[in-house]
């Protein structure tokens, strides 16, 4: 499985990025697909997650301001930042599952990452 993000940048705070990620593989639809964020000096984390059915799930701390989508029929899942913070600036990440549901963790295979840069 190979994994392109795109749609990075830099942004004013209280600004919107839509970040996408195509997927080269026959079995997109059944995996659960997954954003994720890792910040200079901190550990990678996650950010939020689609599975197959559709069903999502959000950090604490993007909640009501990030969603997740995904598009069986293109391979694709997207990640619509609204709102965004400075500390939302990190290098973000799209992950495939071997899962199909919706998880945080166990996931198999990564994307190369696209920059994310909020400004106050």
């Known amino acids: 499985v190979q994994l392109v993000e795109s749609g990075g940048g830099l942004v004013q705070a209280g600004g919107s990025l839509r970040l996408s990620c195509s997927a080269s593989?026959?079995?997109?639809?059944?995996?659960?697909m997954g954003w994720f964020r890792q910040a200079p000096g901190k550990e990678r984390e996650f950010v939020a997650g689609v599975g197959w059915t559709g069903s999502t799930d959000y950090a604490a701390s993007v909640k009501g301001r990030f969603a997740i989508s995904r598009d069986n029929r293109k391979d694709m899942v997207y990640l619509q930042m609204n709102n965004l913070k400075p500390e939302d600036t990190a290098f973000y990440y799209c992950?495939?599952?071997?899962?199909?549901?919706?998880?945080?963790?166990?996931?198999?295979?990564w994307g190369q990452g696209t920059q994310v840069t909020v400004s106050s």
């Open positions: 992950a495939a599952s071997d899962e199909a549901h919706v998880l945080r963790t166990a996931y198999d295979f």
């Open positions: 593989t026959q079995t997109f639809s059944s995996r659960a």
